[in-house]
């Protein structure tokens, strides 16, 4: 008798284990939230949203965006470190939340070490545009213009931000005295920009492409090392002769560190997969945005990535004395 009880007990053992089992290779049994920590509509927005559907294609559960902004994206970012490493919530991040926001704000966390890294997305270009009036018609031109006119105007989206930056290591790189006028937005900006109400601005290119086609801004640059698909004819900034001024405007996507490991490669091999769809590829293109090379596509190549754009911008950031406002 004992030995048939001892009997039912270890099968119910192996049955619980066999359940438990099955249970954790599940994942994902329900849908998994993205957070995206700007407002619905903008960039990164729009290419969450095509990434979380590429994934639920892969994954077979909704993957679900959901908007926390504020704070320059650290609020949102900061919901990501204080999540359940589960798998069940990931979030995407660019320059602005991850970059700027991670220094500028007294974050409780540290972003590299208590995010987990998943993958580079996309990337795409800042590049100095100015009002179509404007009296230079090169980068060379435009830096003795604005030595000789240093009451010049240049428009930004917020302190710290990309559109801020960007005008901040130019001015340090060539001595061109730019003087910041911060707006609310990038529609404003360019509002007064077509206007001629200011003279520079260096915003997110995918979004201003429209008017640059149209005659009615001119570009002088792009903040990349290689020239932009979506406007062959606009030089590199390094070709315009002030090499090494590069700021691609790139996104990410992290989750909590801690995720079980093959949690989390099941999430790498979904966004590879979402990435590799060619109809993704186009609506990345449409908005001038570019998938990231295959080897940028693990946790491995967006940590090295991430370290490498920090180590480069947290120096210029502090050395500036940009505060959070």
């Keep these: 008798m004992r030995r048939v009880f001892l009997g039912l007990i270890l099968a119910c053992l192996a049955s619980l284990a066999g359940i438990a ?18 407002p619905a509509g903008g960039i990164t927005d729009i290419i969450a949203r095509i990434v979380a559907e590429g ?16 704070a320059g994206g650290t609020i949102g970012v900061t919901r990501l470190a204080r999540a359940t490493p589960d798998g069940y919530t990931i979030g995407i991040g660019q320059w602005t939340s991850h970059v700027g926001g991670s220094v500028m704000y007294n974050l409780p966390f540290d972003p590299h070490t208590d995010l987990q890294p998943i993958s580079v997305l996309t990337s795409g270009p800042l590049w ?27 428009a930004t989206i917020g302190v710290g931000s990309g559109a801020h930056m960007c005008l901040i290591y130019f001015s340090n790189e060539t ?20 206007a001629g109400t200011i003279d520079l601005f260096c915003p997110e290119a ?11 801004i001119k570009a002088f640059a792009v903040l990349t090392e290689k020239r932009w698909f979506a406007a062959p004819d606009v ?8 090499p090494g001024v590069h700021f691609p405007f790139w996104h990410g996507l992290w989750a909590p560190k801690s995720i079980p490991a093959d949690v989390l490669a099941r999430l790498g ?10 109809a993704a590829k186009k609506r990345f293109n449409d908005l001038g945005h570019e998938v990231a090379p295959r080897e940028q596509q693990t946790p491995e190549g967006l940590a090295k990535y991430y370290k490498a754009e920090t180590d480069k911008w947290w120096p210029i950031i502090k050395a500036a004395n940009i505060k959070a406002q």
């Design 269 to 278: 091999a979904a966004v590879v997969t979402a990435l590799a769809d060619p």
């Design 128 to 154: 100095i545009v100015g009002r179509k009036d404007l009296p230079a018609s090169n980068v060379k031109e435009l830096i003795a213009w604005l030595k000789a006119n240093p009451k010049s105007t240049a």
């Design 175 to 194: 001595g061109a005295p730019i003087n910041a006028i911060p707006y609310r937005g990038a529609a404003p900006a360019m509002q007064d920009l077509l």
């Design 235 to 242: 030089p590199t900034i390094d070709e315009a002769g002030v």
């Design 55 to 70: 994934m639920r294609n892969a994954l077979g559960q909704p993957v679900v965006v959901e908007n926390a902004a504020g």
């Design 21 to 38: 089992s099955a249970g954790a290779q599940a994942y994902p049994s329900r849908p998994i939230t993205l957070i995206v920590p700007f």
């Design 206 to 216: 995918g979004q201003t492409l429209p008017q640059y086609r149209a005659g009615s």
